[in-house]
């Protein structure tokens, strides 16, 4: 939904009630601080504080809809070694911290500012 709004300014009505539908165990969110940016055609925002600002926009979607997720920042080895304890407890049981309790007035989408990107093939705002 948001890579929608960055790279086509635009995203169908439907797509968001969609992805609420689903029930999803974990969402795992990685920083973008902490590690360079490859591009490998396929990447789209060289400067760190595009991925940051999308960074942010989908830790606030999940947090504003209360999904669970573990933010995976560090170097390559400790994103690894974060990732499979996440995982792991997952599939052990390990119960995890409660997500936030979602309030029914912040489903509507509030204002915010634009995500700016740079992508190769589109240069958008959203």
């Known amino acids: 939904m948001l890579w929608s709004r960055v790279l086509f300014n635009d995203c169908p009505a439907w797509l968001e009630q969609a992805l609420l539908a689903r029930r999803y165990d974990l969402h795992l969110l990685l920083s973008p601080a902490g590690v360079p940016w490859v591009g ?3 990447r789209c ?6 991925r940051q600002a999308f960074f942010e926009a989908s830790r606030q979607w999940l947090q504003r809809h209360g ?4 933010v995976i920042e560090g ?3 400790y994103r690894q070694s974060t ?3 996440a995982v792991q407890a997952l599939l052990e049981g390990k119960p995890r911290p409660a997500p936030p309790s979602v309030n029914p007035a912040l489903h509507t989408r509030p204002p915010q500012p634009p ?3 740079t992508c190769a093939q589109h240069a958008v705002t959203c």
Do not use: F, K, T
Request: charged share 25%; net charge negative.
């Open 40 to 42: 490998d055609g396929q």
């Open 45 to 50: 925002q060289p400067r760190l504080e595009e």
């Open 67 to 70: 999904q669970p997720m573990q």
């Open 75 to 77: 170097d390559w080895a």
């Open 83 to 85: 990732v499979l304890a």
């Open 115 to 117: 995500i700016q990107s």
